[in-house]
């Protein structure tokens, strides 16, 4: 059994062995063919991301280059648009959709698009899609139809003929600007939302660049696109309007600008503009008891903002200034309906002789003006460059009586709202003039009609220290007179921010005002009583007293101040959710001071706004830089 046993096993044992090896060939052999198909894989994937990287890099040239070709073409367009070529307007509009498009069609490529979730650096290859969308959007849905408009725009019906103001052309325009605006306003938002601190470099800038270039384009389309919608309204087409003007004046200055002593009434029917009504804030008397007004500006400006029509802008809420002004002439003239007031100072109408040329003075249409202007030395024309002087000094100087210089005041303005309505020539200066106007600040617009107050409050002619237009850290630094008089011809004052990290996460800044009596050191007795005051009011004459009033940004806090670097206390207040302070000072001529006031707890972390009170001097010279150790967090 053995012998079997051991013959059995060893006829066995060659036949298993010769399985086992075929068994082992057999899983080399599929093991080489998975390496090979793994090799061949691996071999094909390597060439699909070579190609995808190929295709990648193609396509981010195709981006970049179209997107410089566009950029370089912007300054080309501006100057076209400037000097009215329609012809090359259209044409490089042609050009830049070209580019903008290309731009696009590789940004929204399938495989760029894919590229936007791979992780890392997928949100690289999102944000340039955004970007290129953004600029062809704005490009064919902004740019493109502006230009068409612009091209078939009848330049000339824009300029006033025989009194009157066509307003048919931006009532054409004005759906396309508010389309134009549209697509600005929702592309920036759309770039501003990119987390740009997940980018790389080579990305974030380009972004960067894209966001401040549309946040500047924005704001002339949208104000654009505002006028389009107001003024044919404002300007009487839907029916006759009526506005009282208040001829601030500067030289004794109020926080909207000065002392509206003069009034003058403008009726506009279909364009055409005609001064219908004119009087003196004096000849109004005082209102007693007051009229209603907010209360928490009551309390910062007194009474006297709803009791006298001289001091309705005490407040520099314009709304509310405005509205007031309008309640105060109804009550005085129950027949005559007021839709809406502007504010405007000497300054307006010298920028507005700048573009028309000057204007002849006589014969004023009241008798008692008339012949008082035969007796003195005032000039027998105004132009841009005497209307200030004249207005703010050398009236006082030659007509003693303040309800005579109130009318002469009314008269020049209707002179030059003449002069407005009636230019011969090209009509582009006279814009540039109402715009840098409104820009410096100068010019205020209010309207009785909600919808029509609703986008005014969206532009800085409204003049609104609370709503849209004084969101995130938004100061206001204004000025009202406590002499009585005419001395603020003669401050002269400058303004700064101070940012300082105090280390507890929040931004603090300091309102620094400086203010100096330039007047002669012989004022009290060489400047006429009517501007010293003759010390009426408490101050001696030649002496200045300016409230200084200084508003912080929302949830602020007002914390300390300081004259000439001594620590004094302040009134305190606060309007809507901004902290207002309020120091008094005096100076004699010669004399300065120096004014700072603390704001704590700064949340907002965007660079700061000022809006100061416009005076006789130049804004560039009044608001000096901000100066900062950098932000804070």
Known sequence: MTDGYSTSAGSARPGAIRAASERSRTRKSDRGKRIRLLLVVVAAVLVLLAAVGSWLTYRAQQIRSNLESSISLLPELQAAVIERNT???????????????????????????????????????????????????????????????????????????????????????????????????????????????????????????????????????????????????????????????????????????????????????????????????????????????????????????????????????FPTAASTAQRMWEDRHPESRIDGVIAIDPMVLANILSATGPVEVGDYGDPAVDALLAETELPSALDSTNVVPTLLSDVYAQIEDPALQDKYFAAVAGKVFGALTDVQEDGTQLVEALVTSAEQGRMYLWSASPDEQDLLAQTGLAGATLGPTVGGTAFGVYFNDGTGAKMDYYVRRTVQLVRTCPGDGYSQYTVRVTLRNTAPADAATSLPAYVTGAGVFGVAPGRVRTNTIAYGPAQSLLQTARINGNEVSLGSFGHGNRPVGVLTTELGPGDAATIEMDFTKVVQDNEPVLDVTPTVQDPADVILPLESTGPCN
């Open 87 to 317: 012809e090359r307007a259209s044409a490089v509009t042609a050009q830049l959709q070209y580019h903008t498009s290309a731009a696009r069609a590789a940004g929204t490529d399938p495989l760029w698009t894919a590229a936007g979730v791979l992780p890392f650096v997928g949100q690289n290859f999102s944000a340039v899609s955004e970007v290129t969308v953004s600029a062809d959007d704005v490009v064919s849905r902004a740019v493109a139809p502006m230009v068409d408009k612009f091209a078939a725009l009848d330049w000339d019906s824009l300029t006033p003929v025989d009194g009157r103001i066509d307003t048919a052309p931006l009532s054409h325009i004005s759906p396309t600007l508010s389309a134009a605006a549209n697509t600005v306003e929702l592309s920036y938002g759309r770039l501003e939302g990119i987390d740009r601190s997940r980018l790389l470099p080579q990305i974030a800038k380009p972004l960067e660049d894209a966001v401040e270039a549309l946040d500047e384009v924005r704001k002339p389309i949208n104000g654009a696109s505002r006028a389009s919608q107001l003024l044919p309204s404002m300007l009487g087409a839907e029916g006759s309007r009526k506005y009282l003007v208040l001829v601030q004046n500067s030289a004794e200055v109020r926080a909207t600008g000065g002392i509206a002593g003069a009034l003058a009434v403008l009726t506009v029917d279909d364009g055409r503009i005609s001064l219908t009504d004119q009087g003196s804030a004096s000849e109004m008397g005082r209102f007693s008891p007051p009229l209603e007004v907010d209360p928490e500006q009551e309390q910062i400006y007194s009474f006297r903002m709803a009791s006298f029509m001289q001091s309705v802008n005490l407040t520099p809420d």
